[in-house]
T-cell receptor, first 112, second 117 residues
Framework: DQQVKQNSPSLSVQEGRISILNCDYT??????FLWYKKYPAEGPTFLIS?????DKNEDGRFTVFLNKSAKHLSLHIVPSQPGDSAVYFC???????????FGKGTSLLVTP | EAGVAQSPRYKIIEKRQSVAFWCNPI?????LYWYQQILGQGPKLLIQ????????DSQLPKDRFSAERLKGVDSTLKIQPAKLEDSAVYLC???????????????FGEGSWLTVV
């Protein structure tokens, strides 16, 4: 039962443009959401998070938006850079410290 | 600050053999997780420890997988006997506080890549 869904397996964006990665969840008990970035042969690295009391969190070029009513979140990367090319995983938990439920990931390719 | 350490990085074994993975979490992190990531999938939780006690092992195939976290620090994950479908990356992760703590982030190691032939 996939409680966190990333319906786009891949995304290609030109350097300098905006990358938008989407994530949907089904469990209404989730209240903490994170994005992880993964390069080949490395473990996932934490990118940005948002709690359910917010609808937006920004960190430099990365912004996460949360729409609780739609059970949807998105990650915006502006401007996109070639070094952003990686697999991005959306994750959610009912409370931080509880294990994360992951989506299947979206592979982002940023082309020069 | 040192990250989550895992070893070995790569292991190839034949089916029905056994294998063990080791993890050293970030210093001071009370909670330790083992995740399994099969190619093309997101990580799936196998077991979660709070200090040296098990919080959640509902998705651990207990007929072949075992894990322990003696003294509440290092942890080992063992598979015996291995099956072909166990080929995956085994990710160890840790977080500062457990479920009773304030929101905190889970940090991953680089993973142990297992191929069962």
């Amino acid at each position: 039962d996939q409680q966190v869904k990333q319906n786009s397996p891949s995304l290609s964006v030109q350097e300098g443009r905006i990358s938008i990665l989407n994530c949907d969840y089904t469990n209404s008990m989730f209240d903490y959401f994170l994005w992880y970035k993964k390069y080949p042969a490395e473990g996932p690295t934490f990118l940005i998070s948002i709690s359910s009391i917010k609808d937006k969190n920004e960190d430099g070029r990365f912004t996460v938006f949360l729409n609780k009513s739609a059970k949807h979140l998105s990650l915006h990367i502006v401007p996109s850079q070639p070094g952003d090319s990686a697999v991005y995983f959306c994750a959610a938990s009912p409370y931080s410290g509880y294990a994360l439920n992951f989506g299947k990931g979206t592979s982002l390719l940023v082309t020069p | 600050e040192a990250g989550v350490a895992q070893s070995p990085r790569y292991k190839i074994i034949e089916k029905r053999q056994s294998v063990a993975f080791w993890c050293n979490p970030i210093s001071g992190h009370a909670t330790l997780y083992w995740y399994q990531q099969i190619l093309g999938q997101g990580p799936k939780l196998l077991i979660q420890f709070q200090n040296n006690g098990v919080v959640d092992d509902s998705q651990l195939p207990k007929d072949r997988f075992s894990a322990e976290r003696l003294k509440g620090v290092d942890s080992t994950l063992k598979i015996q006997p291995a099956k072909l479908e166990d080929s995956a990356v085994y990710l160890c992760a840790s977080s500062l506080r457990g479920p009773q703590g304030a929101r905190n982030t889970i940090y991953f190691g680089e993973g142990s890549w297992l191929t069962v032939v």
